[in-house]
């Protein structure tokens, strides 16, 4: 991953993603990832010093960068999950172990992994590898 992120600021891009349709602000960045509001500023300000998310009148959202990291690291996600689950490992937990190491994955590799198992365009979820 371009950077480095940490798995609480991952966990932020994906909440942030997933409430895309309200007006997300800082209390509920800390509601959504059940941290403390202080923990929650400090994250939020990491992420906008990264160029991640941005901040207008309290309300925050991705950014076009952010767009792009969070796509990575779902493609990721949903590649590795591929790959567990058609080696026997349940989706519960595949899903569960990749979520620790999605964000930090090189996006050449996953490529190169995608490549190798055919180029699937669904996880097993039958969500889009490539959101
Ligand atoms: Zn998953």
Redesign the pocket.
């Known amino acids: 991953m371009e950077g480095n992120i940490t798995k609480k600021e991952r966990d932020c891009i994906i909440a942030l993603h997933d409430h895309i349709s309200l007006p997300v602000r800082l209390f509920n960045i800390a509601e959504m990832l059940n941290i403390k509001a202080p923990t929650a500023h400090e994250l939020v300000n990491r992420l906008i010093s990264k160029g991640v998310i941005e901040k207008n009148n309290g309300v925050i959202s991705l950014t076009e960068y952010g767009n792009k990291v969070y796509g990575d690291i779902i493609t990721a996600?949903?590649t590795m999950?591929i790959i567990f689950t058609k080696s026997g490992v349940n989706?519960d937990e595949?899903?569960?172990e990749?979520?620790k190491i999605?964000y930090l994955m090189d996006e050449k590799s996953i490529e190169k992994l995608l490549l190798n198992i055919g180029n699937p365009e669904k996880?097993p979820?039958g969500k889009p590898v490539k959101p």
């Open positions: 996600h949903r999950e989706s595949a899903c569960s990749i979520g999605d996880c979820h």
